[in-house]
């Protein structure tokens, strides 16, 4: 080799993990070990912080700013809700809010995506709604209205503080997919105004990370609509990858919908972030 020429470079190879590998890794987890029962209620007084958004449980004072969102016909595509009027709307808030407690399968709560010194859609229109309608939608098809018998204010409560609300742009979800395997669902929905700003990823980032390092589950998925691209990019930049397309699993809107499932396991997880 003449000695100024380059070296050619060394190529590696890397072998895809057989499943012996993936089973000896999956040991190395240990058995399910969620930390339960967890109440969200705590997050009132020590909301999650991120650099520009406060996430903190929703209340069911949060309802005018949510049916904000709630109403679009874009964000209701990917999500199994319903067209509401005002009142329904705000009963379905006042039901997620009261959610916090997570113990079972089927159990979740909701953190309201505050943006601090924006204020709410109450606090800038002295009461009134607004009319704005925006396109597009960042949301995933999994969004329980169920109830929990803590937690939460009653229906049609107004807010008890006098201090200036911040807007909810949205919301985050965490429920119970498998409490027995130690797997939890993440779901989500942001106002079309507040899109394309890193907002959901920024509170996705931390709620994910909030969930591993605090609850403990083995894994972490996010169920959409598979139409939804902005999600889906979500997910992957969450370190989710696709595992599996769900033909025609559920009826809405008049039409069959296919559902896309992402995940990510508590190992990968915290490999990334070494």
Not at 27 to 34: F, S
Not at 200 to 206: G, Y
Request: charged share 25%; proline share 7%; glycine share 8%.
């Amino acid at each position: 080799m003449h000695e100024n020429a380059t070296p050619d470079p060394v190529t590696t190879t890397t072998t895809a993990p057989t499943a012996l590998d993936r089973a000896a890794a999956a040991a190395a987890d240990g058995p399910p070990a969620l930390r339960f029962p967890f109440d969200a209620t705590a997050l009132t007084e020590t909301p999650i912080n991120t650099e520009r958004l406060v996430l903190r449980p929703l209340e069911a004072s949060d309802a005018p700013d949510v049916f904000e969102y709630q109403r679009i016909p874009e964000v209701l595509r990917y999500l199994p809700w319903p067209e509401r009027d005002r009142a329904e709307a705000y009963e379905h808030t006042a039901k997620r809010a009261a959610a916090r407690v997570l113990e079972g399968d089927g159990d979740f709560f909701v953190l309201a995506m505050t943006l601090p010194g924006v204020p709410s859609v109450e606090e800038s229109t002295g009461g009134a709604s607004t009319g704005a309608m925006s396109t597009g939608a960042m949301s995933t098809g999994a969004m329980s209205t169920g109830t929990a018998p803590t937690g939460g204010e009653p229906i049609g409560a107004e807010p008890t503080s006098s201090t200036a609300r911040d807007r909810v742009i949205g919301d985050m979800m965490v429920r119970v997919s498998s409490a027995k395997h130690a797997q939890l669902e993440l779901g989500w929905v942001v106002h079309p105004d507040f899109q394309g700003k890193g907002y959901a990823r920024e509170a996705a980032i931390a709620i994910r990370d909030f969930a591993f390092e605090m609850l403990r589950p083995h894994r972490i998925q996010a169920f959409l609509d598979a139409r939804n691209e902005a999600s889906a990019g979500l997910c992957e930049r969450l370190g989710m990858r696709r595992e599996a397309t769900i033909l025609e699993e559920q009826y809405n809107d008049g039409e069959w919908q296919d559902t896309a499932l992402y995940g990510v396991l508590r190992r990968e997880w915290a490999g990334a972030r070494e």
